[in-house]
């Protein structure tokens, strides 16, 4: 599973790092919901928190890194 942030560099090629934080038109601009809900304990959660799967489902923090007990949660900077 990946962070917002390297999700969104891995699949749209775009460098959020210098990204304070990001607008309503940012998202509606890429197609990408601001609110999403964990696939996990369907929390609502805004989608710059979430983390992201190979299948785009979104999770919360907390679910994600129970989840992801194998690979480390990519995208930390
Ligand atoms: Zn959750």
């Known amino acids: 599973m990946k962070t917002f942030k390297k999700w969104v560099r ?6 959020l790092t210098d990204q304070k ?3 309503g038109n940012w998202f509606a601009e890429h197609g990408i919901p601001m609110v999403v809900s964990c696939t996990c304990c ?3 959660l805004n989608v710059a928190s ?15 890194e129970e989840l992801d007990t194998i690979e480390k949660l990519e995208g930390e900077d």
Not at 10 to 15: A, F, H, N, S, Y
Not at 50 to 64: L, Q, S, T
């Open 10 to 15: 891995d699949e749209l090629g775009l460098d």
């Open 21 to 23: 934080s990001l607008g």
């Open 42 to 44: 369907h929390d609502t």
């Open 50 to 64: 979430a983390v992201i799967d190979e299948d785009k489902n979104c999770f919360c923090r907390e679910c994600g």
